[in-house]
């Protein structure tokens, strides 16, 4: 007989441990899809705004009058983007779920406030580009939200577990994102649910529209900062990290572009300021732990 081969000590092949299957949960196609086609939606929704800002009339799906608005908005957007390519880049569920209960929220959020306010989308007005940049809005946040609630659901019933919890948020950090949560969903709700009190809360002009479009974006983020801190990992939590980055590069780059929009005499405009300051000292520690691996 010939000696055995490369395998165990009968001959057999050795196993490719690399083939077995995970003992943790698995992100799965269709979310990994979706995530994707987030990201490129969210893509071209920024660039609509962000580099448009002042072509809303003819470019986008509804006509935001106040630079600012529409340059915060898209800088969110870009945000989503950054988020989504980075969860969707993820192979275990529980490192690139962080995102998603945000999202999802901020999906609805933005279906309720589009069917309040229709008659403002360019559906039969306008150029063609806008008209039909407002149909393709109807579209996504009518089938989006849906989707990806079902894809969640499909998601948390995928036989497996989570990976248990390695690199732990330190309590500071861990209190600064319940805190940032908390002050975001407390914003975000009284913009959505009553709009006419923005003067009060925000640094610029809104119309109900814009306050209820930047409360969806605002609780969107405030859920994803609890979530986070929920998590309380820093490999789950690399996604936001990410996107905390990409929110103060992209709104600090708004405030140079359209810093006169801005009431710089109310302290909520200093307010603004501070939590970009404090969402940058977030980032920049979690980007820094997360070139460390466990």
Same mark, same amino acid.
């Given at each position: 007989?010939?000696?055995?081969?490369?395998?165990? %000590?009968?001959?057999?092949?050795? +196993? @490719?441990?690399?083939?077995?299957?995970?003992?943790? !949960?698995?992100?799965?196609?269709?979310?990994?899809?979706?995530?994707?086609?987030?990201?490129?939606?969210?893509?071209?929704?920024?660039?609509?705004?962000?580099?448009? +800002?002042? !072509?809303?009339?003819?470019?986008?799906?509804?006509?935001?009058?106040?630079?600012?608005?529409? %340059?915060?908005?898209?800088?969110?957007?870009?945000?989503?983007?950054?988020?989504?390519?980075?969860?969707?880049?993820?192979?275990?569920?529980?490192?690139?779920?962080?995102?998603?209960?945000?999202?999802?929220?901020?999906?609805?959020?933005?279906?309720?406030?589009?069917?309040?306010?229709?008659?403002?989308?360019?559906?039969?007005?306008?150029?063609? =580009?806008?008209?039909?940049?407002?149909?393709?809005?109807?579209?996504?946040?009518?089938?989006?939200?849906?989707?990806? *609630?079902?894809?969640?659901?499909?998601?948390?019933?995928?036989?497996?577990?989570? !990976?248990?919890?390695?690199?732990?948020?330190?309590?500071?950090?861990?209190? =600064?994102?319940?805190?940032?949560?908390?002050?975001?969903?407390?914003?975000?709700?009284?913009?959505?649910?009553?709009?006419?009190?923005?003067?009060?809360?925000?640094?610029?002009?809104?119309?109900?529209?814009?306050?209820?479009?930047?409360?969806?974006?605002?609780?969107?983020?405030?859920? =994803?900062?609890?979530?986070?801190?929920?998590?309380?990992?820093?490999?789950?939590? !690399?996604?936001?990290?990410?996107?905390?980055? %990409?929110?103060?590069?992209?709104? *600090?780059?708004?405030?140079?572009?359209?810093?006169? @929009?801005?009431?710089?005499?109310?302290?909520?405009?200093?307010?603004?300021? %501070?939590?970009?300051?404090?969402?940058?000292?977030?980032?920049?520690?979690?980007?820094?732990?997360?070139?460390?691996?466990?």
């Amino acid at each position: 007989m010939g000696s055995p081969g490369p395998g165990d %000590a009968g001959g057999r092949p050795a +196993t @490719d441990r690399s083939a077995s299957p995970s003992p943790y !949960r698995l992100v799965q196609p269709g979310m990994r899809a979706i995530l994707w086609i987030g990201a490129f939606l969210t893509f071209v929704a920024g660039a609509s705004l962000y580099l448009l +800002t002042e !072509r809303t009339d003819r470019y986008f799906a509804w006509t935001i009058k106040v630079p600012m608005s529409a %340059a915060f908005l898209g800088a969110f957007y870009f945000t989503a983007c950054v988020m989504a390519c980075a969860s969707a880049r993820q192979r275990e569920w529980s490192r690139a779920r962080v995102g998603v209960p945000g999202v999802t929220a901020f999906l609805w959020l933005t279906l309720i406030a589009t069917l309040l306010h229709l008659s403002l989308f360019h559906l039969h007005a306008g150029s063609g =580009t806008a008209r039909g940049a407002a149909w393709a809005w109807l579209a996504i946040y009518v089938l989006d939200p849906i989707a990806l *609630s079902i894809l969640w659901f499909l998601q948390v019933r995928v036989p497996g577990r989570d !990976r248990p919890s390695e690199r732990p948020l330190p309590a500071w950090y861990r209190v =600064t994102l319940v805190l940032e949560s908390f002050l975001l969903v407390l914003v975000g709700i009284t913009l959505f649910v009553a709009p006419s009190a923005a003067p009060h809360v925000w640094p610029w002009p809104l119309t109900p529209l814009t306050s209820r479009m930047s409360a969806a974006w605002l609780l969107g983020l405030g859920i =994803t900062a609890g979530t986070a801190a929920g998590e309380n990992d820093w490999r789950r939590i !690399r996604p936001a990290v990410a996107g905390l980055i %990409a929110l103060v590069a992209f709104q *600090s780059i708004a405030l140079m572009r359209f810093g006169g @929009d801005v009431l710089w005499s109310a302290p909520i405009a200093w307010a603004y300021a %501070a939590a970009l300051g404090v969402n940058l000292v977030l980032g920049v520690v979690g980007a820094e732990q997360a070139r460390t691996r466990p």
